[in-house]
């Protein structure tokens, strides 16, 4: 496995959602080891992003392609997408009535030391109490996250995709979930070690405090105004919102 080698690579995608245009010409290109993270107002096609590379049906891919290590998954189902090795934990989760999360957990883990190690992680989150709960049903903001990442990590992925992880959470519980997904990112390890990706939304940022980021980009009206340090942009957003941004697409 050589170390340039290509994760994920998005050309020219095209997206509508309800018949209506979001994503447009959108390129992206994500090494293995690589976190990528995605700022953006509300409504500006992140979330559509990651709906349409996990294949999700609302999201409809209309031009382009993407290629999951080398090879398009279009043609893919949800299922079989997860099964190569891409996995979305979502901003808004559903309810799931009859299906323990602990059950859940065993469906979808990689195998036995995938659901050990998750059951090590639920202690850690002082979470055991809800294994056994129906998934999600009457869960807190927090919990819900918890679960999320408790999902993710059990399936095992070799593509994170996080959809604003810290919504919702307070900050002793941001810290637990970023530990959490900072040590199965392998960010203590040497960049040529690494085999895990990510994709990450966010708006406040918080979840960069924990897992580092190596490349931001900003979504305006379904394109990428702009990429660079994750960390530089962040910082003029926070100083200037997003009004320099949509100076910059208006100019692409």
């Keep these: 496995m050589r170390r340039e080698e290509i994760v994920l690579e998005i050309k020219d995608l095209a997206v509508k959602v309800d018949d209506r245009l979001v994503l447009e010409g959108l390129n992206l290109s994500v090494r293995r080891g690589e976190v990528h993270v995605i700022f953006g107002q ?54 799931v009535r009859g299906v323990s999360l602990r059950s859940f957990l065993k469906l979808v883990a990689k195998d036995s030391e995938a659901f050990e190690g998750v059951m090590e992680l639920a202690s850690e989150f002082n979470f055991h109490q809800h294994l056994d709960r129906d998934l999600n049903v009457g869960f807190s903001g927090g919990e819900m996250k918890k679960s999320e990442v408790l999902q993710l990590i059990a399936q095992d992925p070799t593509l994170l995709m996080l959809d604003e992880p810290e919504s919702g ?15 199965f990112l392998e960010r203590e390890k040497p960049f040529h070690q690494r085999t895990k990706s990510a994709i990450l939304i966010t708006h406040s940022g918080h979840i960069l405090d924990y897992v580092t980021a190596d490349v931001g980009h900003v979504m305006v009206k379904g394109r990428f105004a702009c990429s660079g340090n994750p960390y530089d942009i962040f910082r003029r957003i926070r100083e200037k919102g997003y009004a320099e941004c949509v100076e910059c697409y208006l100019c692409l």
Excluded: C, W
């Excluded at 996990?54 to 090879?71: H, K, N, P, Q, W």
């Excluded at 959470?169 to 040590?183: K, M, P, S, T, Y």
């Design 42 to 95: 509300n409504g500006s096609g992140k979330s559509t992003l990651l709906g349409a590379i996990m294949g999700l049906s609302r999201y409809r891919v209309t031009e382009g392609d993407i290629l999951f290590l080398g090879s398009s998954v279009l043609g893919l189902s949800i299922h079989e997408r997860a099964r190569l090795g891409i996995g979305l934990a979502f901003q808004s989760p559903r309810a």
């Design 169 to 183: 959470v307070d900050f002793e519980n941001i810290a637990l979930l970023g530990e959490a997904l900072r040590r």
